[in-house]
């Protein structure tokens, strides 16, 4: 049983880059999800509007452009509380976990919002548990391999969803 069949969340983000100190949160979704059957309940999605612009090979991997996050996206203050609203005590499922939680403690303590006291739990430890014969557990990877492909962009809900979806195919 996921989390001891208590409501969760599968958080992913998306970024400029890889390090926290020196890169962008361009994007913060989540989705919450019932413990006992595995369902979401409710999800969360934010782009988040930075000064920078997006790297060309984040918008190709993505699809997310610097018009977007001028159009639709919010300040990074705002996405986080609202995120630490949504998530409240429930324990955070992430892929490669230390990645999200380091851009999301960093930018909480950047902002002055007291960090979110839950647990983490990286779905990369599941993963190995499940396939351990596997050369990569890159999420691009198992979603392929595991036939969950669809033609959304690597964004932070679809992954989100992906996450989920293995997650459930750990418990058969």
Not at 57 to 86: D, V
Not at 102 to 121: A, C, P, Q, V
């Amino acid at each position: 049983m996921i989390n001891n069949g208590k409501d969760f969340l599968v958080l992913d983000i998306e970024t400029t880059g890889l390090s926290p100190k020196t890169e962008d949160i361009i994007e913060i979704a989540a989705i919450k999800v019932d413990g006992k059957t595995l369902e979401v309940i409710d999800t969360f999605e934010y782009l988040i509007d930075i000064e920078r612009n997006v790297p060309p090979f984040i918008t190709r991997l993505t699809g997310i452009t610097k018009g977007m996050l001028e159009e639709s996206g919010i300040p990074l203050s705002m996405a986080l509380k609202l995120l630490k609203e949504f998530a409240g005590d429930l324990n955070v499922y992430a892929h490669y976990a230390p990645f999200d939680k380091g851009f999301i403690r960093t930018n909480l303590m950047k902002h002055s919002i007291d960090y979110i006291e839950t647990e983490w739990f990286d779905t990369i430890k599941l993963f190995k548990q499940k396939w351990p014969d596997r050369k990569t557990y890159k999420l691009e990877s198992l979603i392929i391999d595991l036939d969950l492909a669809t033609k959304e962009d690597h964004r932070g809900l679809s992954d989100a969803k992906h996450t989920l979806e293995l997650m459930k195919m750990t418990k058969e």
